[in-house]
């Protein structure tokens, strides 16, 4: 074989290797780009799992109120917030302390109403039971539109 054709055949093989080596890398940057998207896109959708919780839990809250301040005939359930304690753990971090304080503020307002529906039990008038009402759900409903609004602002900063 002469010099020409091994120094041929030599630079063939070489661009082959390269090709294949640049092929893999711009694969692997692709794959690296999607894996960055779709990371991204289930960050964004925890995100609105996580505004949609805090909302479900004023709401059940409302709920409570109503069984246990006022006699409303249902079925409790569970809170939501530990859904939400969930999601910022793993996605939001940053609002833990937030969430544990306004988990608190709930506490401490579920806690008010169970000591009110033990008067309403003894016959208390629900106009008497009720009395407070707003100063005892106030602490909750300050923490609630204080952490919405950061949510929003985080939004404002990550999302768009």
Avoid: C
Avoid at 6 to 20: H, K, P, Q, R
Avoid at 123 to 142: E, F, K, Q
């Amino acid at each position: 074989m002469s010099r020409e054709a091994l120094f041929g055949a030599a630079i063939s093989i070489v661009s082959l290797l390269i090709g294949a080596l640049l092929n893999h890398l711009t694969s692997s940057a692709q794959h690296r780009r999607q894996q960055l998207a779709e990371k991204a896109k289930r960050r964004a959708e925890k995100f609105e799992e996580l505004i949609a919780i805090l909302y479900e839990h004023k709401q059940w809250l409302g709920t409570i109120r109503g069984i246990r301040l006022l006699g409303y005939n249902r079925d409790e359930t569970m809170s939501p917030m530990p859904r939400a304690e969930a999601i910022v753990t793993a996605y939001f971090p940053v609002f833990r302390k937030q969430i544990a304080e306004l988990d608190g503020k709930s506490d401490a307002y579920d806690l008010w109403l169970s000591q009110r529906a033990n008067l309403r039990l003894k016959g208390m008038p629900i106009r008497d039971v009720a009395d407070g009402w707003l100063d005892a759900y106030r602490p909750y409903s300050l923490g609630f539109h204080e952490l919405t609004k950061a949510l929003h602002d985080f939004a404002e900063r990550e999302f768009r």
